[in-house]
């Protein structure tokens, strides 16, 4: 059995925190294999947008049922009932095993200093479009792609975010961004100068990402 406790404290909605917690269950789930899967939720809202019951009219809680609708389509099976938290105890231990964890500040810091991204181009720019206006190609083999890639991205505030299991979001960066960061790493503001690998470590921790970190750091050194 597989304990696993996620932060999501960011979030201001409920509902959206709800789905972010739902989303992350079955990212975990479809990566280590599982087949048939059942979701119990404390939130009765979600459980029936998710199965059906109710209708989903917040354009945000739209696109969360989206994903979450093409997540479970990786499943055999899959089942989402709604338990309250009082009648969960394994759930509520894990909550509040949560709330008491101590923050670990980031073993290095890079300042942020971009004011914007462009998302109309490079890697992020298909992404983009479809998490924020549902925009596919015409190619279904590529629509597909983009779909499948997307699932482990949102958009928050206007910017886009890969997300991860045991860390908060990640910032997704450009090409000009991530030679910066690469840039600040590298020349110690981090500590000492490390491999590729390292490297990609770092920058996670640092709260960035951009899809080809270890080989773009291979090439810079």
Not at 106 to 120: L, W
Request: glycine share 6%; with cysteine.
């Amino acid at each position: 059995m597989i304990a696993w406790s996620v932060e999501l404290s960011e979030y201001a909605i409920n509902n959206q925190a709800e789905y972010e917690a739902l989303l992350t269950g079955l990212t975990l789930a479809k990566d280590i294999g599982v087949k048939r899967l059942k979701c119990c939720s404390d939130s009765k809202l979600i459980a029936e947008q998710v199965g059906g019951g109710y209708q989903t009219k917040e354009p945000q809680l739209q696109r969360y049922n989206l994903m979450v609708s093409q997540l479970t389509s990786f499943f055999d099976n899959f089942q989402i009932e709604h338990i309250p938290r009082a009648q969960n105890e394994r759930a509520d231990l894990l909550s509040k095993l949560a709330s008491t964890k101590c923050p670990v500040a980031p073993s290095c810091q890079v300042t942020t200093i971009f004011a914007s991204n462009s998302y109309q181009q490079g890697w992020m720019a298909d992404i983009w479009k479809y998490l924020k206006d549902g925009i596919l190609p015409d190619n279904k083999v590529e629509a597909s792609k983009i779909k499948n890639k997307s699932c482990h991205f949102t958009i928050e505030a206007d910017e886009l975010f890969k997300r991860g299991f045991s860390m908060p979001l990640l910032k997704c960066l450009d090409t000009d961004q991530a030679n910066y960061v690469m840039d600040e790493i590298h020349r110690g503001i981090c500590g000492m100068h490390s491999g590729a690998r390292s490297m990609a470590a770092r920058v996670i921790r640092a709260g960035y990402y951009w899809p080809t970190m270890r080989s773009d750091y291979k090439s810079y050194v």
